[in-house]
């Protein structure tokens, strides 16, 4: 996208899931690394936590910690949580 409305020049992010930690669970950890041309940097870590019930819902509670959050020094705690059905 166009310089002018994109803050972000690069981007580094990744993770790791544990399969099986507990029964029907998953267990997830991820980060992610923006940086703009002055290099000014925003990062995100991420817990997530997967259990699945009746083989095809399943929730998943999730909660990042966002450090410099759009480039301007706050940091944030960020909790959700995630509802799916399989069809």
Do not use: C
């Not at 669970?25 to 997530?48: H, K, N, P, Q």
């Not at 259990?51 to 095809?56: H, V």
């Amino acid at each position: 996208s166009p310089h002018k409305i994109n803050k972000n020049y690069g981007y580094l992010g990744g993770g790791l899931i544990y399969e099986g930690l507990l029964k029907n669970g998953d267990i997830g950890l991820s980060y992610a690394l923006s940086y703009t041309r002055d290099f000014s940097v925003e990062w995100v870590l991420e817990l997530m936590y997967k259990q699945r019930f009746l083989n095809k819902i399943f929730i998943q509670p999730d909660v990042q910690y966002i450090v410099n959050s759009d480039f301007k020094r706050s940091n944030i705690l960020v909790g959700l949580v995630k509802f799916v059905l399989e069809l």
